[in-house]
């Protein structure tokens, strides 16, 4: 613990590795008042590196960040392995350039973003990859959020709390199970020059197409309950395989879809109830064909919607757990 600067700053080096012993239980606390340098360029988290950040170990390290983020990397921050709980006033692990999670199992609870990579001056960095582990979010501003990019391909990612689940100039879900609960959107292609439309339900100023945003999800499971757009991107959206079963808004202004540039939908399975006012569909005989149901009134909350063939056989049914006016459905 340090009362008035980062317990744990790597100053200088290639990269530093944070290991917990087997059978033990550590914890790197902070201040609420940190002593600034003339050039204002001190640590701002209980760990704070200037170099590549890896995590590991076979014991349990609870970070607490009191003055702003728990874990923070000015190069590429990796979770290998081990058990780690952050705390922190602002965001939860942070990592300039990247943030790689591995294994492991990670638990945040942040006054702002749970997990953020923000390099805005190169294209090929501010990104954000998980790939095994389970992670679980409880965050006041977005859950993970990456400048450039969000890659999912494995693991267990629970975002139980946020105001946006997933933004990124592009978000691939190829695997793993992904389970998002939002008071805006759910996930959200978005670059940083988006930040004026936020006030119009993150939608693109002028409502033009944001160029690069893309959200392909091609495998995995996807669950998301959103207060805003259940999936939104500025650009593209393509759902290629995987499951995805969403919960969208209640409100007339936003919709279970989103999409600004094109969208389509060739594999997969889709499932999602919300309001109608603003219901986004896919066009073109190459989308594989969906199921769309507009409700005479409102249906409440907990009201199991199936489908099922002609033998009765249960294709697809699910219990929303927000009133909803509109079903959509799409499997092969």
Not at 121 to 143: M, Q, R
Request: glycine content about 16%; overall charge negative; charged content about 25%.
């Amino acid at each position: 613990a340090s009362a008035d600067t980062a317990p744990i700053y790597v100053s200088q080096g290639g990269s530093v590795t944070v290991e917990t012993a087997a059978g033990t239980e550590n914890s790197v606390t902070d201040g609420r008042t940190y002593e600034k340098t003339e050039d204002d360029e001190s640590p701002d988290a209980a760990i704070f590196s200037e170099c590549d950040l890896i995590l590991e170990g076979e014991g349990t390290l609870t970070v607490s960040g009191q003055f702003q983020e728990g874990i923070r990397g000015k190069d590429d921050v990796t979770v290998a392995f081990g058990t780690i709980r952050i705390e922190a006033l602002n965001d939860g692990l942070k990592g300039k350039d990247a943030v790689y999670i591995e294994g492991g199992t990670l638990e945040i609870t942040a006054g702002d973003d749970g997990i953020q990579s923000d390099n805005e001056k190169d294209s090929d960095k501010g990104f954000v990859t998980v790939s095994g582990g389970t992670v679980t979010i409880d965050a006041v501003g977005k859950g993970i959020q990456g400048e450039s990019r969000v890659d999912i391909s494995g693991g267990e990612v629970a975002v139980v709390n946020s105001e946006e689940g997933i933004e990124a100039l592009v978000i691939e879900i190829s695997g793993g199970e992904v389970d998002i609960f939002a008071t805006d959107d759910g996930i959200n292609a978005a670059g940083s020059a988006d930040t004026a439309g936020e006030a119009a339900g993150g939608r693109h100023p002028f409502g033009g197409v944001t160029e690069g945003a893309c959200i392909t999800i091609s495998g995995g499971t996807l669950r998301i309950n959103a207060g805003g757009d259940a999936i939104d991107s500025n650009g593209d959206l393509n759902i290629e395989g995987g499951a995805v079963y969403l919960e969208g808004p209640t409100s007339g202004g936003d919709g279970i879809l989103d999409f600004a540039g094109n969208g389509s939908m060739t594999g997969g399975i889709l499932a999602g109830t919300g309001s109608a006012g603003m219901m986004q569909l896919f066009e073109g005989d190459e989308n594989q064909a969906m199921i769309v149901v507009y409700f005479e009134e409102w249906q409440s909350a907990g009201t199991t919607v199936t489908v099922a063939d002609s033998a009765g056989n249960v294709l697809e049914e699910v219990t929303p757990e927000k009133e909803f006016e509109a079903f959509i459905c799409s499997s092969p």
